[in-house]
């Protein structure tokens, strides 16, 4: 069982927009603005979308999206594209022991 | 460009040390703006976190692996490693290396990723 709770499945339209939640606790998420996401294609590595929340890295679409609201991240991907479809993986700096946890992972499909 | 590249054996057999290393190009082990991770992505299943190493040896476990865990560090090689005893199957899986930013915690460059079979 993965630390952070993201839904299994997302789907889409092209064109359409989608958001995948990502819920913590007061321990990570809801402490600290060090969440961020990751896209991972099959059979690749994981690549940064987005850090500190919000902060898209260069080279990152701006249709991809960030926010927070107390213990849950949101990634929020608009005008979706067939090249979109991939899982995604939430991360969060944490207090204690654990120091960094991850989301289950969420695949999107375009339909 | 930084990149990182996993190399190490593909098959481990039960009970023995899998052992991977990661060596970074275009960018120094030792800048000290980074922390050099492991992650590791059972088969179907999501990411984990396994720990980091600082250029100076300090490391990080994850506390379920701590005590199966041990990583370095040569800087002369640009190089970080990975060992991890006792494997067993539930320990098959790609492993990736990855820096880590040490004041926001994100991780910006990965490497391709080695995948590690525990297997007789």
């Known amino acids: 069982q993965s630390a952070l709770t993201q839904p299994a499945s997302v789907s889409g339209s092209p064109g359409q927009s989608i958001t995948i939640s990502c819920t913590g606790t007061?321990?990570?998420?809801?402490?600290?603005?060090?969440v961020s996401w990751y896209q991972q294609h099959p059979g690749k590595a994981p690549k940064l979308i987005i850090y500190?929340?919000?902060q898209r890295p260069s080279g990152v679409s701006h249709r991809f999206s960030g926010s927070k609201s107390v213990n849950t991240a949101s990634l929020t991907i608009s005008g979706l594209q067939a090249e979109d479809e991939a899982d995604y993986y939430c991360?969060?700096?944490?207090?204690?022991?654990?120091?960094?946890?991850f989301g289950g992972g969420t695949k999107l499909t375009v339909l | 460009q930084v990149q990182l590249q996993e190399s190490g054996p593909g098959l481990v057999e039960p009970s023995q040390t899998l052992s991977l290393t990661c060596t970074v190009s275009?960018?120094?082990?030792?800048?000290?703006?980074?922390?050099w991770t492991w992650i590791r992505q059972r088969p179907g299943k999501g990411l984990e976190w396994i720990g980091y190493?600082?250029?100076?040896?300090?490391?990080y476990y994850t506390p379920s692996l701590k005590s199966q865990v041990t990583m370095s560090v040569d800087t002369s090689k640009n190089q970080f490693s990975l060992k991890l005893t006792s494997v067993t199957a539930a320990d098959t899986a790609v492993y990736y290396c990855?820096?880590?930013?040490?004041?926001?915690?994100?991780?910006?460059?990965w490497g391709q990723g080695s995948l590690v079979t525990v297997s007789s």
């Open positions: 990855a820096r880590e930013s040490r004041t926001t915690n994100y991780f910006d460059y």
């Open positions: 275009g960018g120094s082990i030792s800048s000290g703006a980074h922390y």
């Open positions: 190493i600082y250029y100076s040896g300090s490391t």
């Open positions: 007061s321990s990570d998420i809801g402490s600290y603005n060090f």
């Open positions: 500190e929340v919000s």
């Open positions: 991360c969060s700096y944490a207090a204690g022991s654990t120091r960094q946890v």
